[in-house]
């Protein structure tokens, strides 16, 4: 992998978009490499998955601009293809996923970071889906994921009006989770995703399946799926150790994943 590097810190692995020089653009070269990246986390062992840009500048700036220059009609909607296949791979991995965002998140930026499962921003970091003065729409999933995060009317006039927001606005809309120094940003990422690891990874799991597939279920069908997800938990040697360390007033709990 020339472009994405992966690092496994103990029960979290780090994906660090490192094309700094192009303030990691994707390309398809780049895609590519996020999706052998992603092949090489170990889903029975890391248990939450940070994703980054390497340098201070950019998270990710956008798709190349000078790849999609000279796309035919069916050239670009493969091209979109790629990237939503990839990115809907992360929205569904199993474990969590944190987008530690430094500097830009423009276009394809910004839409990565909407496929993990929260963000924390830097704050100098930049958002924003300037397609349309490009004279294109966002193909990323732009148009799905940010309306499903912000609300239609900001996610509307966000990608009408090509606009870029600062890290501050951000937060006020509640597309990011939390905004810290930039010196900060990946101390604060990685303490998140270790509290997250040392929790049950079978029940962190399942709670991120109820929360995405119950979004697209009426509220019936929703807690039906609630229900059997909770169910499945019991029996399960991470239960039993959760109830019986609460039980016995025990801080130290030995959860692995069964």
Do not use: W
Request: charged share 25%; with cysteine.
């Amino acid at each position: 992998m020339s472009f994405v590097t992966y690092e496994c810190k103990g029960a979290y692995g780090i994906i660090t978009m490192n094309r700094p020089e192009a303030l990691n653009a994707l390309d398809s070269s780049v895609l590519d490499d996020l999706s052998s990246a992603l092949d090489e986390v170990d889903l029975d062992t890391v248990r939450c998955l940070i994703i980054t840009g390497a340098g201070e500048k950019s998270f990710v700036a956008g798709a190349d601009i000078k790849e999609m220059a000279g796309l035919s009609k069916a050239e670009g909607a493969a091209f979109g293809k790629k990237g939503n296949d990839i990115f809907r791979r992360i929205e569904t991995l199993p474990i969590p996923v944190i987008a530690a965002v430094n500097g830009f998140a423009l276009g394809g930026g910004c839409e990565l970071s909407m496929s993990c499962d929260f963000r924390i921003c830097s704050d100098n970091a930049v958002f924003g889906q300037p397609e349309v003065g490009l004279g294109i729409t966002p193909g990323f999933g732009g148009t799905q994921r940010l309306a499903r995060l912000i609300g239609m009317g900001y996610a509307k006039q966000m990608i009408y009006t090509a606009r870029n927001i600062k890290a501050d606005e951000a937060l006020r809309i509640g597309l990011v989770n939390q905004v810290v120094p930039q010196a900060d940003l990946m101390a604060t990422a990685e303490k998140l995703a270790a509290g997250i690891a040392k929790n049950a990874p079978i029940a962190v799991r399942q709670c991120k399946k109820a929360i995405n597939e119950g979004l697209d279920l009426d509220m019936d069908k929703a807690i039906e799926l609630e229900e059997t997800l909770f169910g499945e938990c019991f029996e399960t040697h991470d239960q039993v150790e959760g109830m019986t360390a609460f039980m016995e007033k025990r801080k130290e709990k030995n959860f692995t994943n069964n």
